[in-house]
């Protein structure tokens, strides 16, 4: 499991390299912008790069398929 969190007042963007999870199929939770909860499959690339969107006070939480 990959979890982050965003205690800032905006929306955080990010990349993260993740090699050990590359060509994965995953499950991502998350938060979307009313701050309910989400859940989405997320095919993780080849290089292992993955593209996030944590909304302000929320969090994420990437588990192997």
Known sequence: Y??????EKK??????ELPMLSNA???L?????NRSPQMKQLNIRKD???S???QPG???LLGEK
């Open 2 to 7: 990959v979890a982050g969190i965003n205690a």
């Open 11 to 16: 929306v955080k963007r990010l990349t993260i």
């Open 25 to 27: 199929k995953t499950s």
């Open 29 to 33: 939770y998350s938060d979307k912008a």
């Open 48 to 50: 292992g790069k993955v």
């Open 52 to 54: 996030l969107t944590i």
């Open 58 to 60: 929320g969090g994420i």
